[in-house]
């Protein structure tokens, strides 16, 4: 285990000097953590002309696409178009030279950039709930410590759904757009096109188990006080089940490419 931390340490910091040196890619990742306050103006404008929606008003919106630009950038996962690259062009056979697991490497790469988030965004959201009544986060020790779990739990769950869909390319040219669908749908049941509360019934009690859910919505309502702490387990336990799926059909899949990807290469 020792060694294991010290190289994920290691790659962290080579990922983490690679966020620095790419400043333009970092400058465009910026500017993408906009799009959860152009959903937030969408909703505003909807509450000034109907009034507050489902129990939600102007400050409930602001604050919880205030929390989405973190959460998304914290739990987000987009790692499939790198496995899918490195099986289409070969450069997967390097990574396989080496004595650790790709799927390290991904990850490592990964939290690179999320702790360059994390040193970003939290003080700036930080900053705002301080000087702007508007936003408003009731969080108490234990609902910080749920909101930590719920967040790490949606980034390895993306993750390896993300890594599941990737290492679709032993199989398929299509590999990032048959992706780029399930996130379409992810989009509507993960909480970011709207908050699940103002779906109706039925769409919320769905949502409540697929595995989409857990990786945003799920750590913006407890962070919000929208949610018991005992829903919020049981979300967390939602998203630990089909982590554990997806973790077994990654490794299936990952096993059956890589004998085939072999079986080419030779």
């Given at each position: 285990m020792p060694d294991i931390l010290r190289?994920?340490?290691?790659?962290?910091?080579?990922?983490?000097?690679?966020?620095?040196?790419?400043?333009?890619?970092?400058?465009l990742w910026i500017v993408s953590w906009l799009f959860p306050l152009i959903m937030m103006a969408v909703w505003l404008a909807v509450v000034d002309e109907a009034g507050p929606a489902a129990g939600w008003d102007k400050s409930d919106f602001v604050s919880y696409y205030v929390a989405a630009a973190l959460v998304m950038h914290l739990t987000g996962a987009w790692i499939v178009y790198e496995w899918d690259e490195d099986i289409r062009t070969g450069?997967?056979?390097?990574?396989?030279?080496?004595?650790?697991?790709?799927?390290?490497?991904?990850?490592?790469?990964?939290?690179?950039?999320k702790l360059f988030a994390l040193v970003l965004l939290v003080p700036l959201i930080t900053v705002a709930t301080w000087l702007l009544p508007v936003l408003h986060y009731p969080v108490t020790p234990g609902r910080l410590l749920a909101v930590i779990l719920s967040i790490l739990l949606g980034m390895v769950l993306n993750f390896?759904?993300?890594?599941?869909?990737g290492v679709l390319a032993f199989w398929t040219t299509q590999a990032h757009t048959l992706f780029g669908a399930w996130s379409g749908i992810g989009q509507f049941l993960s909480g970011w096109i709207a908050p699940l509360a103002l779906f109706p019934a039925g769409f919320r009690q769905?949502?409540?188990?697929?595995?989409?859910?857990p990786t945003l919505g799920l750590p913006i309502e407890i962070l919000m006080g929208r949610v018991t702490l005992a829903d919020a387990a049981f979300g967390m336990g939602?998203?630990?089940?089909?982590?554990?799926?997806?973790?077994?059909v990654y490794r299936a899949l990952w096993r059956a490419g890589l004998r085939r990807y072999e079986a080419v290469g030779a």
């Amino acid at each position: 285990m020792p060694d294991i931390l010290r190289t994920y340490r290691a790659l962290v910091r080579a990922s983490w000097a690679t966020v620095l040196e790419y400043r333009a890619q970092v400058v465009l990742w910026i500017v993408s953590w906009l799009f959860p306050l152009i959903m937030m103006a969408v909703w505003l404008a909807v509450v000034d002309e109907a009034g507050p929606a489902a129990g939600w008003d102007k400050s409930d919106f602001v604050s919880y696409y205030v929390a989405a630009a973190l959460v998304m950038h914290l739990t987000g996962a987009w790692i499939v178009y790198e496995w899918d690259e490195d099986i289409r062009t070969g450069s997967l056979s390097v990574k396989l030279l080496k004595p650790l697991d790709p799927f390290h490497h991904h990850m490592a790469n990964e939290l690179g950039w999320k702790l360059f988030a994390l040193v970003l965004l939290v003080p700036l959201i930080t900053v705002a709930t301080w000087l702007l009544p508007v936003l408003h986060y009731p969080v108490t020790p234990g609902r910080l410590l749920a909101v930590i779990l719920s967040i790490l739990l949606g980034m390895v769950l993306n993750f390896i759904m993300s890594s599941t869909f990737g290492v679709l390319a032993f199989w398929t040219t299509q590999a990032h757009t048959l992706f780029g669908a399930w996130s379409g749908i992810g989009q509507f049941l993960s909480g970011w096109i709207a908050p699940l509360a103002l779906f109706p019934a039925g769409f919320r009690q769905l949502a409540d188990l697929l595995p989409f859910y857990p990786t945003l919505g799920l750590p913006i309502e407890i962070l919000m006080g929208r949610v018991t702490l005992a829903d919020a387990a049981f979300g967390m336990g939602v998203g630990a089940a089909w982590t554990v799926f997806f973790l077994v059909v990654y490794r299936a899949l990952w096993r059956a490419g890589l004998r085939r990807y072999e079986a080419v290469g030779a």
